[in-house]
Antibody, heavy 115, light 112 residues
C-alpha cells in the first residue's frame, strides 16, 4: 500500500526555522519527481517546491524562494523541506505529493508561525 | 505564471443530480511530451486532497465512474453524473505543465 507520511511541523516564531520530512513507501520513490504543497487555514492549495528524481533539479514558488530548500534521500525513501526565515504567512498544512501526476498524498503536517 | 480560473466557486446540487465544474487556464497546458498535465483533485472536509482525474480525462484508480473529465487547450470540465453525499467537498484543478505549478481557487460542492 502506498504511503506518504509527513512530520516535523509545529509552532515556531517568526524568523525561525523548521525541517519537514516525508517518508514514502509502497512505490518506487527514486523514479518520481516529488512536490510540496501547502494550504493555509481556510484557504486553497498552493504549490511550494519540486525536486527531480535524482535531486539534480529543484524549483520553488516565488513566495519561498531563497528561504526554503527541498532535498531527498533515495536510499531512505525520504523527502525533506528545510524552512528558514519563517513568516506568519507560511502558516499552513504542508503536504508532500508526487510530481506531475499528484496521485499520492500524505495527511499533512501543520506549521504555525506565531510569536 | 499560468493562472487557473475555476467557476463556479460554489455549487449547490441536489442528491442524484449532475454537477459540472469549469476550469480555464491562461495559456495552453500542452507539455513538450505531447501530454496535458491538467488534474482534478477532490478535498473532503478535514481530509487531504485526493486525485480524481489526471491528464484531462483519465480517471485515477478507485475513482467512481460517475466522475469524468474533458477539455482541451485552455478549457477543462469535471462532471459528476449523479451527485452522492460523499461528494461534498472542494474540487481543485491543477496544472503541472509549467513551473510554478498552479491551482484553481476551488469549487465547493454543497448539497441542497
Amino acid at each position: 500500500e502506498v504511503h506518504l507520511v509527513e512530520s516535523g511541523g509545529g509552532l515556531v516564531q517568526p524568523g525561525g526555522s523548521l525541517r519537514l520530512s516525508c517518508a514514502a513507501s509502497g512505490f518506487t520513490f527514486s523514479t518520481k519527481w516529488m512536490t510540496w504543497v501547502r494550504q493555509a487555514p481556510g484557504r486553497g492549495l498552493e504549490w511550494v517546491a519540486n525536486i527531480a528524481q535524482d535531486g539534480s533539479e529543484d524549483y520553488y514558488a516565488d513566495s519561498v524562494n531563497g528561504r526554503f530548500t527541498v532535498s531527498r534521500d533515495n536510499t531512505k525513501n525520504s523527502l525533506s523541506l528545510q524552512m528558514t526565515g519563517l513568516r506568519d504567512e507560511d502558516t499552513a498544512v504542508y503536504y508532500c505529493t508526487t510530481g506531475m501526476t499528484p496521485d499520492k498524498w500524505g495527511q499533512g503536517t501543520l506549521v504555525t508561525v506565531s510569536s | 505564471d499560468i493562472v487557473m480560473t475555476q467557476t463556479p466557486l460554489s455549487s449547490p446540487v441536489t442528491l442524484g443530480q449532475p454537477a459540472s465544474f469549469s476550469c480555464r487556464s491562461s495559456q495552453s497546458l500542452l507539455f513538450t511530451d505531447g501530454r496535458t498535465y491538467l488534474s482534478w483533485l477532490q478535498q473532503r472536509p478535514g481530509q487531504p486532497p485526493r486525485l480524481l482525474i489526471y491528464q484531462i480525462s483519465n480517471r485515477f484508480s478507485g475513482v467512481p465512474d460517475r466522475f469524468s473529465g474533458s477539455g482541451a487547450g485552455t478549457d477543462f470540465t469535471l462532471k459528476i453524473s449523479r451527485v452522492e453525499a460523499e461528494d461534498v467537498g472542494t474540487y481543485y484543478c491543477m496544472q503541472a505543465t509549467q513551473f510554478p505549478y498552479t491551482f484553481g481557487q476551488g469549487t465547493k460542492l454543497e448539497i441542497k
